[in-house]
């Protein structure tokens, strides 16, 4: 059975979707293929359907990522079909909890910016509205959260 992670933003088509192309690529990179598959949602419904942002897109391709995606809101029987969800901020964050008015998946939901090692800001700002720059800034963002994430993973023995 393999390690399932699912990223969470709020549309589904500019973070969330870049950590998955990010966190496959280097899935790929190191051969943990049949060990750790990736999928991501938004908690919003506005964009179901959609491939990631042009912008979000271009940014990724510059750095040799895909930039795949078809965008999905997050439903409550994600708790049961994914062994770690990775919110992008603590909007994001509530927004999933709510789902769980039991608490009974609370210590499956994390910020993604936790397993950051070289970057202190606590969320993934959202690039929907600003300038170019701010997606250049989600990749480095998210190139080394997810670097982070595989890390910890094999440390805590998740995965081997
Ligand atoms: P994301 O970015 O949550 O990273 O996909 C956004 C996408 C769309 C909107 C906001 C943020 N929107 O307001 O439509």
New binding site residues.
């Given amino acids: 059975m393999k390690y399932r992670l699912l990223f969470v933003?709020?549309?589904?088509?500019?973070?969330?979707?870049?950590a998955e192309n990010i966190m496959n690529h280097l899935v790929e990179q190191r051969e943990l293929c049949d060990t750790i598959s990736c999928d991501s949602a938004?908690?919003?419904n506005?964009?179901m359907g959609s491939p990631?942002?042009r912008r979000?897109a271009a940014s990724l391709k510059k750095r040799g990522f895909s930039d795949h995606g078809k965008?999905r809101q997050f439903t409550p029987w994600d708790f049961r079909n994914f062994d770690l969800i990775l919110v992008?901020d603590r909007s994001?964050l509530e927004d999933v909890l709510a789902y769980d008015p039991r608490g009974e998946y609370t210590e499956k939901v994390k910020l993604l910016c936790e397993f950051a090692k070289y970057h202190s800001l606590q969320e993934?700002p959202?690039?929907?509205?600003g300038g170019p720059d701010g997606f250049e800034k989600?990749v480095d963002l998210l190139q080394d959260a997810c670097a982070g994430l595989l890390e910890y993973l094999q440390q805590c023995g998740r995965i081997k």
């Fill in positions: 933003c709020l549309g589904n088509i500019c973070r969330s979707p870049s938004g908690t919003a506005y964009h990631p942002d979000m965008a992008m994001n993934v959202d690039p929907y509205y989600v």
